[in-house]
């Protein structure tokens, strides 16, 4: 059962931006810890971001200065703004999160993963 749902991925020119969204599935769902990984073809899946309960970040140093993980807790989403991309960038990009119903944690969660193809 899909728990997150990812959205935002595309095909863009090395220099362009786009921004991923990962949204709890369901209206009672809250994310606490969150993180963004990637999985270029032939490679293993790598942390890119990660974000904490208390909006904490991180950043793996191939990414520093170029992405964004933010949150917006109203609306349930995690997002991952990519400016100034690159070839290398090219990946299948998933979302992690801890779910929450209140002060109940449901579980850790994927979602689908969505496409980035980045051109040069």
């Known amino acids: 059962q899909v728990q997150l749902v990812e959205s935002g991925g595309g095909l863009v020119q090395a220099g362009g931006s786009l921004r991923l969204s990962c949204a709890a599935a369901?209206?009672?769902?809250?994310?606490?810890?969150a993180a963004w990984y990637r999985q270029a073809s032939g490679n293993q899946r790598e942390l890119v971001a990660t974000?904490?309960?208390?909006?904490?970040?991180n950043y793996a140093d191939s990414v520093k200065g170029r992405f964004t993980i933010s949150r917006d807790s109203a609306k349930k989403t995690v997002y991952l703004q990519m400016n100034s991309l690159k070839p290398e960038d090219t990946a299948v990009y998933y979302c992690?999160?801890?779910?929450?119903?209140?002060?109940?944690?449901?579980?850790?969660?994927w979602g689908q993963g969505t496409q980035v193809t980045v051109s040069s």
């Open positions: 369901r209206s009672s769902f809250s994310i606490n810890t």
């Open positions: 992690n999160a801890i779910l929450y119903i209140a002060t109940l944690r449901v579980g850790d969660y």
């Open positions: 974000i904490t309960s208390a909006d904490t970040t």
